[in-house]
RNA sequence: GCUCGAUUGGUGUAGUCCGGCCCAUCAUCUCGCCCUUUCGAGGCGAGGACCCGGGUUCGAAUCCCGGAUCGAGCACCA
């Protein structure tokens, strides 16, 4: 059988070799140098290390198909979730560093009311949509009941006119609201006659921006500025939580009215990680005002600002999001994970470095040798062009560190140990003596320091949800800067903040 | 309740459209070994999964029917 299809159909047999894909899925419809995508935050808080999965993911289909995207700012709600002020940059910043250039164009919802004002005329004049005056508690009735309100019926010359009363602020919030006419007798409860502009008060809550404050009343709602926006800007393929489907499908209905194609649209889960609980943007904000974290890049805050701070490599981040890839499956991934990617680019060009904590202070005698002058070993053991680490030993009343926790280390191997690239001593209470420089038997091997090589130092790290300060001794070196990754032997990742702090990255 | 959607090892994925080469991929994880003067990195090996029940078929992770479980929407939030 075999034979006969090599000699007369071999491409059936060729067909047969499935290609194994990994990473992001191919979008449907994208065709090159055309696709246009956006990811559309709030601006109430900087980015959360979920929101990084928006960021990575679109820039990465950006780059793939040579498109481009949009940052959006979706800052419609000036009651419930006010923007921060400050945010917009700080997001932009983000998103900078994340993906190591700008979004290729930045649209704030805000700047843009007018506009949506527009869209809503020109449909509440084709009779697409109507003004309604009901409660939200009396529309709910109709909305369950599959059943027409009377609002409904209105001419667009009548709601043209309610319209104008709406933007002239004689309504109240609460009182009239725009809504898209759909069908209410819908098998989806939510797409019957959704609400797509309503009433704040700006007066007493005012838009945090101040070109914008007071300037409107009628707001539009996420489904209906989203929507015309990504018409507006050529918006090809939307990738949005799956909490948005009935989003994709009320706007399908906004599209149908226009007469617009509506974008390719895929959707992804939610994401937890396992070792952040529970974090809302507004929630963190709270907290941050109130004083129970220092800022947005607290290191116990599931925040981009917390772990870049921390020193994680955006090319890690990146990497971790493309492999968890877009699925509709909500997902609990480890941080072990993310710490593997990030080894995975830091480790071959971070410098090692000795950091003692809790320092005991021993003094070295000659013993069955005398105490060689100098250390020393190479900044990373597998690359010699990193350099050297060189310590000049004095003779004399030479005073090493050791952890603590080493003495006990120590203590239960006969006071024998290795000190790591020196020498093997043996311990007799605050004094040491040398028993040889070679390796001369298998001894554990620890890190130390000599107190002419080092300083004082504090590494911040989060232990049970508490920031600790731990104070030890780190070696000096030349071949670390300020802001960059560490590797403090047999202790982890670090990142050197300032002069002689540290703040832990992981292990 | 109504309406959507998802279900592959501990975790995340590939494969599902167009059934066989899938006794199921890759990564993470765990364990073992090697290497290494770090409890790091690297190398090698092992462990572990197709939600359940029927059906179609020579053959089902893949198709059909039923069920279960989980999640989301039904906001004048985003």
């Not at 032997?489 to 702090?501: D, M, S």
Request: with cysteine; proline share 5%; aromatic share 8%.
């Amino acid at each position: 059988m075999k034979s006969i299809l090599e000699k007369n159909a071999p491409e059936l047999l060729e067909k047969k070799v499935k290609e194994k894909r990994t990473g992001l899925p191919d979008l449907k419809n994208a065709e090159n140098g055309k696709v246009v995508l956006r990811f559309a935050p709030n601006p109430n808080g900087p980015l959360s290390f979920g929101h990084s999965r928006g960021v990575v993911i679109n820039s990465e289909y950006a780059k793939r198909y040579e498109g481009k995207w949009i940052l959006r700012f979706d800052d419609t709600d000036t009651v419930r979730k006010p923007p921060l002020p400050e945010a917009y940059q700080l997001i932009q910043d983000e998103v900078q560093w994340l993906t190591g250039k700008p979004a290729d164009k930045v649209v704030i919802a805000s700047n843009r009311i007018e506009t949506y004002y527009e869209f809503a005329s020109k449909l509440i004049k084709k009779g697409g949509a109507y003004v309604c005056t009901l409660s939200a508690d009396a529309f709910r009735e109709f909305r369950q009941n599959k059943t027409n309100s009377p609002d409904r019926s209105r001419s667009p010359e009548e709601n043209l006119k309610l319209w104008e009363k709406m933007l002239n602020g004689d309504f109240s919030p609460g009182e009239a609201v725009v809504r898209i006419k759909t069908d209410m007798t819908l098998p989806n409860p939510a797409l019957r006659d959704w609400p797509a502009l309503r009433i704040q008060d700006t007066e007493n809550n005012p838009h945090p921006r101040n070109e914008i404050k007071s300037k409107y009343k009628v707001w539009p709602l996420l489904d209906f500025q989203s929507a015309i926006e990504d018409h507006l800007q050529g918006v090809t393929h939307i990738i949005r939580g799956k909490d948005l489907m009935d989003s994709t499908r009320k706007q399908t209905l906004l599209y149908n009215h226009f007469e617009w194609t509506y974008p390719e649209t895929v959707y992804w889960g939610r994401v937890k990680i396992h070792e952040f609980g529970g974090f809302s943007t507004s929630g963190m904000r709270n907290d941050i005002e109130e004083g129970k974290y220092r800022g947005w890049d607290d290191s116990r805050l599931p925040t981009l600002a917390s772990m870049r701070r921390r020193g994680f490599s955006a090319e890690g981040l990146r990497n971790f999001w493309i492999e968890l890839a877009l699925t509709q499956k909500d997902i609990s991934a480890s941080m072990a994970t993310i710490y593997s990617h990030n080894v995975k680019i830091i480790d071959e060009s971070t410098p090692r470095l000795f950091f003692v904590r809790e320092p005991i202070e021993i003094n070295l005698e000659n013993g069955n040798e005398e105490i060689p002058r100098v250390f020393n070993t190479q900044v990373h053991p597998e690359d010699i062009k990193l350099g050297l680490r060189k310590w000049e030993i004095s003779k004399e009343n030479t005073t090493i560190y050791l952890e603590k926790k080493d003495l006990e280390l120590a203590k239960n191997n006969n006071y024998k140990i290795r000190l790591k690239d020196f020498a093997d001593i043996e311990i007799n209470g605050n004094k040491a003596k040398i028993n040889s420089i070679n390796p001369s038997e298998k001894l554990p091997i620890i890190h130390w320091l000599d107190s002419n090589n080092c300083t004082k130092a504090t590494l911040e790290t989060t232990i049970e949800d508490e920031l600790e300060l731990i104070h030890g001794m780190l070696e000096k070196s030349n071949h670390v800067k300020v802001q960059s990754i560490v590797q403090l032997e047999r202790i982890g990742y670090a990142k050197l903040e300032h002069e002689n702090e540290l703040i832990f990255l992981h292990d």
